[in-house]
């Protein structure tokens, strides 16, 4: 099992920045890939970008590509997502998830249906 609780949500005007941070426990951090999903009201939940174990490949969607940026630190078991240059249309609720798949031999990015374990969700409102 794998637990996930993201925090650094907020309200924030756009063209400002925040920085998510998602802490993992329950498996070896280092182990699997770890994932950004975001749903607005009314919408479906949509990936946002993926990290592999290692952290050396990172795979975004193109309506954050070049804005926002994936990291993690295996060593303090956290993910991150660094939003910049946010938009009122980045308006949602962020969830950090991470798949079954352990180790180097996972497929990269891991498709949405691998991805079993979630957090909660912080919510992240941009204001125009």
Do not use: D
């Given at each position: 099992q794998v637990q996930?609780?993201?925090?650094?949500?907020g309200l924030v005007?756009?063209?400002?920045s925040?920085?998510?941070s998602c802490a993992a426990s329950g498996r070896t951090f280092s182990a699997y890939a770890m994932g950004w999903f975001r749903q607005a009201p009314g919408k479906e939940r949509?990936?946002?970008?993926?990290i592999n174990w290692n952290g050396l490949r990172t795979y975004y969607a193109d309506s954050v590509k070049g804005r926002f940026?994936?990291?993690r630190d295996n060593a303090k078991n956290t993910a991150y997502l660094q939003m910049n240059s946010l938009k009122p249309e980045d308006t949602a609720a962020y969830?950090?998830?991470?798949?079954r798949c352990t180790g180097a031999g996972c497929p990269f990015p891991p498709l949405r249906y691998n991805y079993n374990y979630w957090g909660q969700g912080?919510?992240?409102t941009v204001s125009s």
């Open positions: 996930l609780v993201e925090s650094g949500g005007q756009a063209g400002g925040l920085r998510l949509e990936f946002v970008a993926a940026a994936i990291s969830y950090c998830a991470a798949p912080t919510q992240v």
